[in-house]
């Protein structure tokens, strides 16, 4: 009977529509992310060629490039099974407000759990005495 169940629950399985759609939208999403990744490849060097000649960072690529980066994250989440929404173009075009919070080096020492102080130890005054080899003669006594 168990062996029947298992069966019946892998042919249920092969059989639901919604399994095979998703793999199709997961060949989609994987196909729009390799598109992603030329075009992030391309934002990287202009933004980087951008900082070497004028010296400061384009604004506008810089939020070009949050929202691919953004991107890039909903479709891995998607996936990887960690959500059901879909990304772009299934839903609207990520924002370039970033998703975690932009931490500074004082924003950390901030937030770093202090760790608790070591008490102090102390040395020892006196020599500790190191024990001298025994000879031939004193193994014979012991035993």
């Not at 639901?16 to 999403?29: A, P, S, T, Y």
């Not at 990520?94 to 102090?120: I, Q």
């Not at 006196?126 to 035993?143: F, I, L, Q, R």
């Amino acid at each position: 009977m168990d062996k029947q169940e298992n069966t019946d629950e892998l042919k249920n399985n092969l059989t639901d529509g919604n399994v095979w759609k998703r793999l199709l939208f997961m060949i989609l999403f994987t196909m729009l992310y390799s598109a992603a990744e030329v075009v992030l490849a391309v934002v990287v060097l202009y933004q980087f060629l951008s900082l070497l000649i004028t010296g400061n960072k384009n604004e506008k690529v810089l939020s070009f490039g949050a929202q691919i980066s953004t991107y890039a994250y909903q479709v891995f989440s998607y996936l990887t099974f960690n959500t059901e929404d879909k990304p772009f173009p299934m839903s609207d075009w990520p924002s370039d407000k970033p998703l975690t919070e932009k931490v500074t080096p004082k924003a950390a020492a901030r937030r770093a759990p202090r760790k608790p102080t070591a008490k102090k130890t102390t040395t020892r005054k006196t020599p500790v005495k190191k024990p001298t080899p025994k000879s031939e003669g004193d193994k014979a006594v012991d035993n």
